[in-house]
């Protein structure tokens, strides 16, 4: 079975900071990856995902993400957080299974002060 | 489209109660999933379905808890009886399934639940 780390569990920072959220996967075999944000008091809402192609992956509010296979990687970037910013990002990666389950990590909560 | 829709949003029950949790996936999405979400535990799957059918039920905690899927466009998470340890915020997603080679995720917006 697959399994996701996310070894920052809070991060905190200034306004204009830059940002990366690690992330690690165990499946070594064809996996999609996605980064998930949750407002407070909202729902998931996908923020980017991977499924083939250019391992550098653009998403909404100026997220990006790389996906290294070698290390097993799928790390969050933003090069200037926002205060809006303000958050709980999750991992998430396909495992063995076709049938569409997400293996998620245990979440990145990111505090940004104005 | 509409999105996920849960129902109720919040609720609020005695200890020993039942209750029963409502979910309609998006339409043509053939995957369901139902989370419970904790600050203790995090995002845990419970239990998941492809083609109406569960596949595997090894998150959903104890007997109290059952999933049923009765049609492609509803599914229905009962907790009998409750206790005080199953306040949460349980969520459904949906997906395309097997075939599509898509496994995006969509999730509703929740249901907080609250046992006294």
């Known amino acids: 079975a697959q399994s996701v780390s996310q070894h920052n569990h809070h991060v905190i920072l200034s306004e204009a900071a830059s940002l990366e959220l690690g992330c690690n996967y165990s499946?070594?075999?064809?996996?999609?990856l996605f980064w998930y944000v949750q407002y407070p008091g909202q729902h998931l809402q996908l923020l980017l995902k991977?499924?083939?192609?250019?391992?550098l992956v653009k998403g909404i509010k100026g997220f990006e993400a790389e996906f290294i296979k070698s290390k097993f990687s799928f790390n969050l970037r933003k090069p200037s957080v926002q205060w809006s910013d303000t958050a709980e990002y999750f991992c998430?990666?396909?495992?063995?299974?076709?049938?569409?389950?997400?293996?998620f990590g245990r979440g990145t909560q990111l505090t940004v002060w104005p | 489209d509409a999105g996920v829709i849960q129902s109720p949003r919040h609720e609020v029950t005695e200890m020993g109660q039942e209750v029963t949790l409502r979910c309609k996936p998006i339409?043509?999405?053939?995957?369901l999933f139902w989370y419970r979400q904790t600050m203790m535990r995090g995002l845990e799957l419970l239990i998941y379905?492809?083609?109406?059918?569960?596949?595997?039920d090894s998150g959903m905690p104890e007997d109290r808890f059952s999933a049923k899927m009765p049609n492609a466009s509803f599914s229905t998470l009962k907790i009998q009886p409750s206790e005080p340890r199953d306040s949460a915020v349980y969520f459904c997603?949906?997906?395309?399934?097997?075939?599509?080679?898509?496994?995006?995720?969509?999730f509703g917006p929740g249901t907080r639940l609250t046992v006294t």
């Open positions: 499946y070594g075999g064809t996996v999609n």
């Open positions: 339409s043509g999405h053939n995957s």
């Open positions: 991977y499924f083939s192609g250019d391992p």
């Open positions: 379905f492809n083609n109406n059918v569960p596949i595997d």
């Open positions: 997603a949906s997906s395309y399934g097997p075939g599509r080679g898509q496994s995006e995720q969509y």
């Open positions: 998430a990666v396909t495992g063995g299974s076709t049938l569409g389950r997400l293996y």
